[in-house]
């Protein structure tokens, strides 16, 4: 198929998905209800008893819950993908003169706005709690760069886990393990206050280096080299999600 | 019309698909003329869902051939979907759009200008214009399934699938789709349809296919069908074989899978 119609297809699909969440904006709100009461629990609760050093709680672990917001967005696109191949409209789209992959490409680009409008819910209720930072329009946009990209990267594999699932539960439970990988991370405590093998697991797992890369863009720190880790921990699972999702996908339809 | 100098819209040779080790396609061969219904006929897990998915592309054969407008469906993918129109067995409608941004959808997944017009146009022609702002989960079975067929429409494909258009349909709502599905043939679209229900065959078919344990077993007009069993003797009481009692005698009770010769030649048959 041309690009021409890629790009008019995948456009009319991804205008039909963002109809869907515009009609059922809790999706929206459940998304960010999770990241916004721990956020709440961990600065009005257990925030007084963490020692972070100079910065505020609020300040320390934002970069964290935004990550967490991202992985309980995501279940969300597995979760349409799934209704979409179970109600028979997908075999629709795909008997039709369409371009294929444009059916996939449409929930991935759904979900990077539904995470992103979620993501700014977060971000608002946080400067409310008394977030601050110094960064400017650069920073900020290296900032939407990052959790773009990590958005992307966890949602490929998202839709594998929406086109293989058998039910609706399985299609969203592979994201718990996402929400809680920024716990054994640098995102709430410093790393070096756990044990020995917690701590080497936190340190080389992705969560830790792209918590530490937007922790040090809001504070105005140098982001040293653990903004390279990020970049290609998301580039890799980016790469390794697509591939799979493609041969998932080609699969289904072969 | 169906002419016999007409190359067939559907032409299916020797097809066999397996999942696994369970065969459900056997060597299927059939061709439809251009311009009529064609009614393949079969019980639950008789494989006709298997092959009007094979024809639409959603499905790889494992062997044999099948042609749709002339184009191959194995190599000539594109061509074969720019043809057909498929309406799935489960209504494949959106249900959080409205009926008309349903329509309008699919006009411009045709690349179809005036995308709004077209849904408009169809909505009156199904009856759904007041229905059209609202909500496709909030339609009744027989609302859904003529949207369902209306968005078959757009683009006027010359090939029409329909797999099991009335299947948990109530009889007033099966009329409704009936009466649609002629108004399509009398438009010159050929029409694939599958069915469990006899009467249903019966009422809108040209031709009839029985499907059963993956083959074709008998084909024809209905007047050829009952041709197959003895022609009504007066007794006590005379008495034309029924569509469902070929049908019955035919497939030869309830079909048994994995056992191939309970599908014996009609001519057998006793009554």
């Known amino acids: 198929m041309s690009t021409t119609h890629f790009v008019a297809d995948t456009s009319a699909l991804t205008r039909r998905s963002l109809r869907h969440i515009l009609r059922s904006p809790d999706t929206i709100i459940t998304t ?12 009005y609760v257990f925030g007084g008893a963490i020692e972070v050093g100079s910065a505020s709680y609020i300040n320390y672990m934002l970069p964290g819950i935004l990550l967490i917001t991202v992985a309980s967005g995501i279940a969300y696109t597995a979760y349409r993908l799934f209704m979409d191949l179970q109600g028979g409209i997908f075999e629709r789209f795909q008997s039709m003169p369409i371009a294929r992959s444009s059916a996939l490409w449409a929930h991935v680009l759904t979900s990077l706005v539904a995470n992103l409008v979620s993501l700014a819910v977060v971000v608002g209720v946080a400067l409310l709690m008394g977030f ?21 990267a966890l949602t490929w594999v998202a839709t594998i886990a929406g086109l293989s699932a058998k039910t609706v539960d399985g299609a969203s439970a592979f994201s718990y393990p996402l929400i809680f990988l920024p716990f054994i991370s640098s995102a ?8 020995a093998p917690v701590e080497w697991f936190a340190e080389n797992q992705p969560v830790t280096s792209i918590v530490n890369t937007i922790r ?7 982001v040293g080299t653990d903004i390279w880790i990020a970049l290609a ?17 080609r699969r289904r339809t072969a | 019309m169906t002419t016999t100098t007409d190359p067939p819209a559907i032409r299916v040779q020797g097809l066999e698909k397996s999942y696994g080790d369970l065969p459900v396609l056997r060597g299927v061969d059939f061709d439809v003329a251009p311009g009529s219904i064609f009614a393949l006929l079969g019980s639950n897990g008789a494989g006709k869902t298997t092959a009007v998915r094979i024809l639409s592309t959603l499905l790889k054969a494992d062997r044999g051939t099948a042609t749709v407008q002339g184009f191959d469906v194995a190599t000539r993918g594109a061509d074969v979907r720019e043809s057909i129109s498929l309406t799935g067995q489960f209504a494949a ?17 045709r690349h179809l200008r005036r995308p709004g017009e077209i849904a408009d146009a169809l909505l009156a022609r199904f009856s759904l214009t007041e229905a059209g702002g609202r909500r496709a989960g909030t339609y009744s079975g027989g609302m859904r399934r003529r949207l369902d067929i209306a968005m078959s429409l757009i683009g006027s494909p010359p090939v029409i699938f329909l797999d099991e258009p009335t299947t948990g349909l109530d009889p007033q709502a099966r009329i409704e789709v009936w009466d649609a599905v002629r108004e399509l043939a009398s438009t010159g679209t050929t029409v694939l349809l599958t069915t469990q229900y006899l009467d249903e065959a019966e009422q809108l078919a040209d031709r009839i296919a029985v499907l059963h344990d993956g083959r074709i077993i008998a084909e024809g007009t209905l007047a050829e069908l009952k041709g197959l069993l003895p022609p009504a003797r007066v007794e006590y009481v005379e008495k034309q074989p029924t569509l469902e009692e070929v049908f019955l ?8 899978p994995g056992d191939a010769d309970t599908a014996t030649p009609p001519t057998s048959q006793e009554q």
Request: glycine fraction near 10%; aromatic fraction near 10%.
């Open chain 1, 188 to 195: 709430f405590v410093p790393t070096d206050t756990m044990p």
């Open chain 1, 216 to 222: 040090d863009i809001f504070a105005q720190q140098p």
């Open chain 2, 93 to 109: 409608v959106d249900e959080i759009l409205t009926g008309r941004e349903n329509l309008m959808l699919v006009a411009e997944l």
């Open chain 2, 249 to 256: 005698a035919l497939v030869g009770g309830p079909p048994t």
């Open chain 1, 233 to 249: 921990w998301c580039v890799g699972i980016l790469v390794a999600g697509y591939a799979f999702a493609m041969l998932t996908y």
């Open chain 1, 132 to 152: 601050r930072t110094g960064a400017g329009l650069l920073g900020w946009l290296a900032v939407l760069g990052i959790l773009t990209l990590f958005t992307l």
């Open chain 1, 32 to 43: 960010a209800v999770t990241p916004v009461a721990l956020m709440l629990i961990f600065v």
